[in-house]
């Protein structure tokens, strides 16, 4: 017995923390395109670097002071509540990011993690960043999507 088709999207950090901190931004409403995801059934997952990212990002913004350590730890539940699966980064995936860093001209390879999944994967890759996914889908990268 095969488990039914479910397609695949890999989600960019920058999504989630949309998603889970809304006083971020005020002209995207990210948390309704995860409810459409899940409507769809569509399988989310992320490199494992993803969670360090996002928790990162949420710590700083209980540092800056734009939200208190109770919604800093509230917004780490919902992290987890979008239902991400981090994936291992192995050895192949660690390569491709590399070499996606270089392609890009990036002096760090963490938006090239996220590109070698989808790409591994054969799966789209969401991301808030305009400018990425300009430059990746200049490369060839058509299954780069970005959040409108």
């Not at 948390?31 to 996002?54: H, M, N, T, Y």
């Not at 939200?67 to 509540?81: T, V």
């Not at 760090?108 to 969401?126: I, K, S, T, V």
Request: hydrophobic share 55%; aromatic share 8%; with cysteine.
């Amino acid at each position: 017995m095969s488990a039914a088709y479910s397609p695949v999207v890999v989600i960019d950090a920058n999504i989630a923390i949309w998603a889970i901190l809304p006083v971020l931004t005020a002209d995207v409403d990210a948390l309704e395109q995860f409810v459409e995801w899940r409507r769809a059934g569509v399988r989310l997952v992320a490199p494992a670097l993803w969670l360090a990212e996002c928790v990162s990002v949420v710590r700083g913004c209980v540092h800056a002071g734009l939200i208190s350590s109770q919604e800093g730890r509230l917004a780490i539940d919902d992290l987890f509540a979008l239902e991400v699966e981090a994936l291992p980064m192995d050895e192949e995936v660690c390569r491709a990011a590399f070499e996606w860093a270089e392609r890009l001209g990036q002096a760090r390879a963490y938006d090239g993690f996220y590109l070698a999944l989808a790409e591994r994967m054969g799966a789209q890759m969401w991301t808030a960043d305009k400018g990425l996914a300009r430059r990746a889908q200049e490369m060839g990268a058509s299954w780069v999507q970005v959040l409108r």
